[in-house]
């Protein structure tokens, strides 16, 4: 039995090649081809894809919120993005929303459809550069200013302190260079781990965090 495939990007001469390539290969078949997230939430439940090929930069609704969206309703089917974006944020918030795999668009059509079948036989395949990312990621200590069980990653620790000092999500986001959509979701994710439900909040768990540490060393309190 051929492997069923979506793909949801917006160019629409790369999409139509997508579908040429998947159709003239033995194992596969492309059951839908949408330019948009709204369209691919649409279409996609009722074709039961085993694998979507999900692009990122969408008009309208981001890949990566029509990824988690889809993953609601089609909890076995296997995303990959398949995007020009190697921003670490656009990584790990694709993998929380239920991704399986991260490549990028440099990787050739065969590398591509290897990682269909990978991903179908249990994998979760990235190009090597995501991957490496990745471990970087992971090998980095824990930032020092915040409760030690809240176990932030360095980029929420970042978005916190920015949170601390009054700036807006769209603020925040110029300062780190992504979206304030990305923003949002470390927000969501800050709260959850900090057990707050608002800036308030997490800037007074913040700047109580940041006079332990500071009390441990020796040192004044910050300064509100």
Request: with cysteine; glycine share 8%.
């Amino acid at each position: 039995m051929k492997i069923k495939v979506g793909i949801v990007e917006d160019d629409r001469a790369a999409r139509e090649n997508w579908v040429k390539i998947l159709n003239a290969h033995p194992k596969l078949t492309c059951v839908a081809a949408c330019a948009t997230g709204e369209e691919a939430l649409k279409h996609l439940p009722g074709c039961q894809p085993d694998v979507i090929l999900m692009d990122i930069n969408l008009p309208g609704m981001m890949g990566i919120k029509c990824t988690a969206l889809l993953k609601n309703c089609l909890p076995q089917t296997q995303i990959l993005m398949v995007t020009a974006f190697s921003n670490n944020d656009y990584v790990f918030d694709s993998l929380q929303a239920g991704a399986s795999g991260y490549l990028l668009k440099s990787k050739s059509s065969e590398e591509v459809i290897r990682s269909i079948i990978e991903v179908m036989e249990g994998g979760a395949p990235m190009t090597g550069q995501i991957a490496r990312r990745v471990i970087e990621v992971f090998r980095k200590p824990s930032p020092p200013g915040v409760e030690a069980e809240a176990q932030l990653t360095p980029r929420e620790n970042e978005i916190l302190q920015w949170i601390a000092k009054g700036l807006s999500n769209k603020e925040i986001a110029a300062q780190i260079k992504t979206t304030t959509y990305t923003v949002g979701k470390h927000i969501e994710h800050i709260y959850e781990k900090l057990h707050v439900h608002c800036r308030t909040e997490a800037a007074a768990k913040y700047f109580g965090g940041a006079d332990q540490v500071a009390s441990r060393q020796g040192k004044p309190p910050l300064s509100r």
